[in-house]
């Protein structure tokens, strides 16, 4: 332990690994993320609350800026909540399927199939909104409340995002990154507290929030879930069009024999 401008600073944990178990590490990190997909229909077959909670705990080991950790998840679980957080992203991407979007825009969501019914919200046992906290209220030297600036909140919601979904694929949930465009209703859906810790917690009357739904364990019985454009995919990660033409290592050669 030692002091350092009047923080204490502890030993750092870190694991030395061999070469060859960073590289035995790497590729069955890879090999699991690769078949890491969006999905759009879900069963809905109840997931363990013990899964979202360890998801949640492991997003919240992501680095932030300042460790501030500037987010707050949201699981949803009440079937008639998630109801009501179908009808208002239903209403709103209705409006921009049909008149918001510019066409550029319809132009880069047409290979995915998507469209403004969202059912998904509806069937899927779990949702968890994201949102970003733009400024903290921490207590003074004389304990008074004071708000203060988060830095880097985009970033660290973002990583953090990146953290939880790498955690649900690794349990074997699926998910789907879902962003309604706006989404000022998940607020009022959901109750956020209203002017003081709206403030605190929703910067602006239109707060951007991502809503990352549905994480759910594969319907094996209905056969696998929706993957949009498979093809494609499938030939660009196929082994045999390499997208990193480097040379590699004979240690790599033999840890990557098996992809
Ligand atoms: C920030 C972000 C927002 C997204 N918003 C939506 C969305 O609103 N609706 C949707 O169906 N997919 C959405 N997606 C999913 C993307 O369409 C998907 O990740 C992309 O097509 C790549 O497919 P893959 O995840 O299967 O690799 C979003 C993804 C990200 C990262």
């Not at 300042?66 to 109801?83: C, G, M, S, T």
């Not at 880069?108 to 733009?134: N, S």
């Not at 979904?165 to 706006?182: C, D, F, K, R, V």
């Not at 607020?187 to 549905?214: E, G, H, I, W, Y």
Request: aromatic share 10%; charged share 25%; net charge positive.
């Amino acid at each position: 332990m030692s002091e350092r401008n009047g923080h204490t600073f502890i030993p750092l944990e870190f694991e030395h690994l061999s070469t060859e178990e960073q590289v035995s590490r790497a590729h069955e990190f890879e090999l699991r993320m690769r078949t890491r997909r969006t999905v759009r229909q879900f069963s809905p077959r109840q997931v363990p609350r013990e899964l979202i909670e360890t998801a949640l705990r492991i997003a919240s080991r992501a680095p932030s800026g300042a460790n501030q950790q500037p987010w707050r998840f949201v699981v949803i679980l009440d079937p008639e909540i998630k109801r009501k957080i179908r009808i208002a992203a239903e209403a709103e991407e209705r409006d921009n399927y049909e008149r918001r979007f510019p066409h550029e825009w319809l132009d880069a969501l047409a290979p995915l199939g998507t469209d403004w019914h969202k059912d998904f919200l509806d069937i899927a046992p779990c949702l968890i909104a994201v949102f970003r906290l733009d400024y903290g209220i921490v207590p003074d030297r004389e304990g008074n409340l004071q708000k203060i600036k988060h830095y880097y909140v985009q970033e660290s919601v973002g990583i953090a995002c990146g953290f939880l979904i790498a955690a649900l694929h690794w349990m074997g949930l699926a998910t789907l990154t879902h962003t309604p465009s706006p989404m000022g209703f998940l607020s009022q859906v959901l109750k956020r507290p209203a002017t003081r810790n709206r403030t605190f917690s929703f910067p602006s009357d239109f707060p951007r929030t991502t809503l990352r739904s549905p994480p759910s364990p594969r319907n094996l019985s209905a056969g696998p879930p929706f993957f949009w454009n498979d093809t494609t995919h499938a030939a660009l990660l196929s082994p045999t069009t390499p997208l990193t033409p480097l040379p590699l290592s004979k240690t790599m050669r033999r840890a990557t024999r098996h992809l």
